[in-house]
């Protein structure tokens, strides 16, 4: 496997996949104009066994809301995807279950947000709209993974040579001591998403719960006993305590009736077992704060109509896979961008 990481044709397909849309970026224009040395030079770190991250930034984030990101230089990125790409997905994939949906190839946010949809119909069908949901969220999941925990997860991995960089990425960050993952590394991704699959076979081959999806840290099971559920939720409460993490206080079992939150759309069930995607009240009003904050920047010339218009196709892209037509009707009445006049 390591030697997969010395190949050059790797190193500069990771390239171009950490540059794709950045290559107006300063630290990519400066890592650009010495292209093949700075290719030459990881090459040669990863053949002496030299290879050591450079060290993380963090910038603050708060859409959606306040959040620290631990950020790589760019030649770190180049690395993070060399790895991923050609150690860690490989390795992966064919060992997390179906419905773990985060950040893999086919999947994400849509693909997960149709098989909760599937599995509210399968359950009508059966037992009509009589029925639970447990939902599960990890407090703090990502500065929470613990370190010996995750390695011991690893120990299995069939290069020696590759288990000891994977070692030495997990002890280059903590956000104390022995925990955490940094959130902007792409392989805390792959971490992540493998640290839960104890939880997901439980879910899925222990407890034979069909109506089961996952999004890195965000769990919704369906079934019809409310009992049943609190003994999933008992299991499932001793599986996380031994892997040093925590439910948080979203952690639910209610009537299918009432619907439920997840990635920031409500699902419920009509009578009649249509199933109703309507975006989140919080999700709606930073919606409209976003459409105000556009109209501003033009009026004052910080966005061109070009930025604006890119954001907001992003935004149809999103709101297209709920029933928003009236919501983007209202909001979309009174969204008129002009500038100040001199």
Known sequence: MYERLIEFENIYRAYR???????????????????????????????????????????MIYDPKEREIQALSFADRVFQHLLCDTILRPYFEPRLIYDNAACRQGKGTHF?????????????????????ILKFDIRKYFPSIDHEVLKEKLSCFPDEEVKKLLYLIIDSYAAEKG???????????????YYLDKLDRLIKEKLRIKGYVRYMDDGVLIHESKEFLKECLRQMQELITEEKLEFNQKTQIFPISQGVDFLGWHFYMTDTGKIIRRLRTSNKKR??????????????????????????????????????WKLKKHVYKNFVLSRHKE
Do not use: C
């Open 287 to 324: 919606f409209k704060r976003r459409l105000k904050a556009f109209q501003k920047q033009y009026a004052q010339g910080t966005k061109t109509l070009d930025e604006i218009t890119q954001s907001l196709n992003s935004y149809q892209g999103h709101l297209k896979y709920g029933h928003t």
């Open 179 to 193: 925990k955490g993952l940094p959130m902007g590394n792409q392989s805390s991704q792959w971490f992540a998403l």
């Open 17 to 59: 996949q950490s540059s794709k849309g950045k290559h107006h970026k300063n630290e990519v224009i400066q890592y650009e104009m010495n292209l093949h040395m700075q290719l030459w030079y990881l090459q040669e770190r990863l053949k002496k066994r030299v290879y050591q991250p450079s060290g993380y930034h963090r910038l």
């Open 112 to 132: 997960v947000l149709k098989r909760l949809e599937k599995f509210f119909h399968d359950h009508y069908k059966k037992y009509g709209s009589k029925g639970y």
